[in-house]
């Protein structure tokens, strides 16, 4: 499908959409369009628009995983815990994305091996990672890190952009790429539209599957560590309820919720708009409840609008014939 085809399509819909939040976000204030802001912009919603990267291909592949928020603040809290037991920052974050790596592996292989279905797998992931990372801390607040740590999530800077943006950057790169452009992009479509078909044509789906897991581990664990970095200290329930915003982005990016469609234009789209759409809330003093009903609602449509356009395309082409 050619670029403009897509801009006539869901894509052109979000463009749009796009085109009047920020239109009213500047009738807001003067400041909307100002450098400073624009980072802020992403900073504050970093870490979920980094792990809705991979969460694109584990979606597209047919599958989801719920238990990336959990992830992520399990991967602080062993950082955290190991640091308050004398272990220095840099060893507590390799074991950190080491432990994430093993949280995607254990639900991959649920998955991919056991075949139980990963909203069952995830769902228990994300209850049980949660509970280990509570362990951990119990209720306090682990900080005091080093200012090298901490400026890795507030300060640390490549020209305007934080090094949290430079590394969401570089991972939708590598996420273009692989999706859209590699023979191993081409098997989460394929596995997606069909799973018996790819198994029957040769593909080692278990393995596909397994891997996408893995790197969803490993990026959720990343994702913690830089909110740990920004905020500066590690609680027990870190990140709770991110998977909602995650999954929304990915959902109204075009991305089928059943799996084989969906393309990485669709989700920066999404990402842009759902940013935009809560700055323009904070700008208008909208409260963080009201701002999470309204991305509930997305996520809703989400899956709604694209079905719904299915369906009457289908019921409209059979009156054709």
Same mark, same amino acid.
Request: proline residues 2%; contains cysteine.
């Given at each position: #499908?050619?670029? !403009?085809?897509?801009?006539?399509?869901?894509?052109?819909?979000? =463009?749009?959409?796009?085109?009047?939040?920020?239109? !009213?976000? $500047?009738?807001?204030?003067?400041?909307?369009?100002?450098?400073?802001?624009?980072?802020?912009?992403?900073?504050?919603?970093?870490?979920?628009?980094?792990?809705?990267?991979? #969460?694109?291909? *584990?979606?597209?592949?047919?599958?989801?995983?719920?238990? &990336?928020?959990?992830?992520?603040?399990?991967?602080?809290?062993?950082?955290?815990?190991?640091?308050?037991?004398?272990?220095?920052?840099? &060893?507590?974050?390799?074991?950190?994305?080491?432990?994430?790596?093993?949280?995607?592996?254990?639900?991959?292989?649920?998955?991919?091996? /056991?075949?139980?279905?990963?909203?069952?797998?995830?769902?228990?992931?994300?209850?049980?990672?949660?509970?280990?990372?509570?362990?951990?801390?119990?209720?306090?607040? $682990?900080?005091?890190?080093?200012?090298?740590?901490?400026?890795?999530?507030?300060?640390?800077?490549?020209?305007? =952009?934080?090094?949290? $943006? /430079?590394?969401?950057?570089?991972?939708?790169? *590598?996420?273009?790429?692989?999706?859209?452009?590699?023979?191993?992009?081409?098997?989460?479509?394929?596995?997606?539209?069909?799973?018996?078909?790819?198994?029957?044509?040769?593909?080692?789906?278990?393995?596909?599957?397994?891997?996408?897991?893995?790197?969803?581990?490993?990026?959720?664990?990343?994702?913690?560590?830089?909110?740990?970095?920004? =905020?500066?200290?590690?609680?027990?329930?870190?990140?709770?309820?991110?998977?909602?915003?995650? *999954?929304?982005?990915?959902? !109204?990016?075009? /991305?089928?919720?059943?799996?084989?469609?969906?393309? $990485?234009?669709?989700?920066?789209?999404?990402?842009?708009?759902?940013?935009?759409?809560?700055?323009?809330?904070?700008?208008?003093?909208?409260?963080?409840?009201?701002?999470?009903?309204?991305?509930?609602?997305?996520?809703?449509?989400?899956?709604?609008?694209?079905? #719904?356009?299915?369906?009457?395309?289908?019921?409209?082409?059979?009156?054709?014939?």
């Amino acid at each position: #499908m050619t670029v !403009l085809a897509r801009l006539r399509g869901w894509e052109g819909l979000l =463009l749009a959409l796009l085109v009047v939040i920020a239109a !009213l976000n $500047i009738s807001y204030s003067p400041y909307y369009l100002g450098v400073g802001n624009i980072v802020n912009l992403f900073q504050l919603e970093i870490e979920k628009i980094i792990v809705a990267l991979v #969460m694109t291909l *584990i979606i597209i592949n047919g599958e989801i995983d719920l238990s &990336v928020a959990s992830v992520m603040g399990l991967s602080a809290c062993v950082m955290a815990y190991l640091f308050h037991q004398g272990v220095s920052v840099p &060893v507590g974050c390799v074991v950190a994305i080491v432990v994430g790596a093993l949280a995607g592996l254990n639900n991959g292989f649920w998955t991919a091996y /056991v075949g139980l279905p990963s909203l069952a797998v995830t769902l228990a992931g994300l209850i049980g990672y949660r509970g280990i990372a509570r362990i951990l801390i119990e209720d306090r607040a $682990i900080g005091g890190y080093p200012d090298w740590f901490n400026r890795l999530g507030q300060q640390a800077q490549v020209g305007p =952009l934080t090094i949290s $943006i /430079v590394i969401f950057l570089v991972l939708l790169a *590598i996420v273009a790429v692989v999706l859209h452009g590699s023979a191993f992009g081409r098997l989460v479509y394929v596995m997606g539209n069909s799973l018996e078909a790819a198994r029957y044509s040769g593909v080692r789906t278990k393995r596909v599957k397994l891997a996408l897991f893995v790197a969803s581990g490993i990026i959720a664990a990343l994702a913690g560590l830089l909110y740990a970095a920004r =905020l500066g200290s590690v609680r027990g329930d870190m990140a709770q309820g991110f998977e909602l915003d995650i *999954i929304t982005i990915v959902l !109204l990016g075009g /991305v089928s919720i059943f799996g084989g469609s969906g393309n $990485i234009v669709g989700v920066g789209l999404s990402i842009l708009v759902i940013l935009n759409l809560r700055n323009g809330m904070g700008l208008a003093d909208i409260t963080g409840n009201t701002q999470t009903s309204v991305i509930g609602a997305l996520l809703i449509l989400s899956v709604l609008v694209p079905n #719904m356009a299915q369906t009457l395309h289908g019921k409209w082409k059979g009156r054709e014939t």
